[in-house]
């Protein structure tokens, strides 16, 4: 849990926000978030991070904490993609194209709208150092591309009852 949450942070500070929420709902998932006893193991600190974290990407009021946040940041930006293929599809699904046999501007500018707030978040080149803060990178970076998905949730919730069962 403490290298996916730093990984998390990781993320954030670099403006990862597609892997940063990926992370993060990984684990919020309930084979992970049951296992009590492991997260109270954690310190304090990184506790308060991870449920920080969690409130940011509340999706209650559309998504508007995380819409908030990304909002202040400066590119380059990595953005949490599928909420924008949610916002262009809502768009283009809840509006007509034509409208009196005329175009609807209306969703055209909404879908333009989205389409520059991504232009607008890769307006700048990355740089590919890690952040100040980031003490262990190389650790960091070794340890995800060397990790084993499990992406099946059956299997994940045995594994979870096997390291804490019910009580």
Not at 22 to 38: C, F, P, Q, W
């Amino acid at each position: 849990l403490r290298k996916f949450i730093k990984i998390a942070q990781y993320c954030k500070e670099y403006q990862n926000m597609d892997t940063f929420y990926a992370v993060i709902m990984g684990l919020s998932n309930i084979a992970v978030s049951r296992l009590r006893e492991t997260w109270e193991k954690l310190p304090m600190k990184l506790r308060k991070m991870n449920s920080e974290f969690e409130n940011m990407l509340d999706p209650s009021r559309n998504h508007r904490l995380y819409r908030l946040a990304i909002g202040k940041l400066n590119p380059p930006i990595i953005p949490f993609l599928p909420l924008l293929i949610k916002d262009m599809n809502f768009t283009h699904e809840g509006n007509r194209t034509y409208f009196d046999g005329l175009v609807n501007f209306e969703k055209m500018h909404m879908i333009a709208s989205t389409i520059r707030h991504i232009q607008h978040c890769r307006s700048e080149a990355f740089n590919f150092e890690p952040p100040m803060t980031s003490r262990n990178a190389q650790e960091i970076r070794t340890y995800v591309r060397n990790l084993k998905v499990i992406d099946n949730q059956r299997l994940l919730t045995q594994l979870s009852h096997r390291l804490e069962p019910k009580h």
